[in-house]
T-cell receptor, first 112, second 114 residues
Framework: DAKTTQPNSMESNEEEPVHLPCNHSTISGTDYIHWYRQLPSQGPEYVIHGLTSNVNNRMASLAIAEDRKSSTLILHRATLRDAAVYYCIRRNYGGSQGNLIFGKGTKLSVKP | NAGVTQTPKFQVLKTGQSMTLQCAQDMNHNSMYWYRQDPGMGLRLIYYSASEGTTDKGEVPNGYNVSRLNKREFSLRLESAAPSQTSVYFC?????????????FGSGTRLTVV
């Protein structure tokens, strides 16, 4: 049970920003939000993670709602290489919940 | 800059045959994992090793065994392959199972059981 809800698919135009939503309405106070992406025929790749504050790195930004029941992965300028399946994952401290549990993710298509 | 290396990349087995999937990481990570991914699905955890000398079952361990040979290597064995085990298998590693650390995945082994 991935315990997150994402749209099955989204489309974007090249060089435009992309906002990928994730709902995690039952999140607990110690759950982190992790994002991974999987390019075609490759293993998943870590993108970003956060707890409460918005986070930025070279790949993307993560905006977490104030009530933490949802978050948005932001790709500032989509390229064709960003076409992938994006997974939003909750991770808790320790025990079996410390493992990555993948849902089906959002398949992002990028049009030239 | 190898990261996580999986061998073989492709394999076809007959039902009932056995084989071992190999995984090695060169990042000095403590934790290693085996996942499987069926078409159109997310990844499911088979087994994991939180640290050298320990292994634990994940979500779908039936039909598999694992060995954490040393800190670098974590192998997955299919004793008697079945068509239901046709899948893409991914190995991953992380510095620890703690939530602060991301996973690094290999490029996968595509296994077909006929």
């Amino acid at each position: 049970d991935a315990k997150t809800t994402q749209p099955n698919s989204m489309e974007s135009n090249e060089e435009e920003p992309v906002h990928l939503p994730c709902n995690h309405s039952t999140i607990s106070g110690t759950d982190y939000i992790h994002w991974y992406r999987q390019l075609p025929s490759q293993g998943p790749e870590y993108v970003i993670h956060g707890l409460t504050s918005n986070v930025n790195n070279r790949m993307a930004s993560l905006a977490i709602a104030e009530d933490r029941k949802s978050s948005t992965l932001i790709l500032h300028r989509a390229t064709l290489r960003d076409a992938a399946v994006y997974y939003c994952i909750r991770r808790n401290y320790g025990g079996s919940q410390g493992n990555l549990i993948f849902g089906k993710g959002t398949k992002l298509s990028v049009k030239p | 800059n190898a990261g996580v290396t999986q061998t073989p990349k492709f394999q076809v087995l007959k039902t009932g045959q056995s084989m071992t999937l190999q995984c090695a990481q060169d990042m000095n990570h403590n934790s290693m994992y085996w996942y499987r991914q069926d078409p159109g699905m997310g990844l499911r955890l088979i087994y994991y090793s939180a640290s050298e000398g320990t292994t634990d079952k994940g979500e779908v361990p039936n039909g598999y065994n694992v060995s954490r040979l040393n800190k670098r290597e974590f192998s997955l064995r299919l004793e008697s392959a079945a068509p239901s085990q046709t899948s893409v298998y991914f190995c991953a590693s992380s510095e620890a199972r703690d939530v602060f650390y991301g996973y690094t995945f290999g490029s996968g082994t595509r296994l077909t059981v006929v």
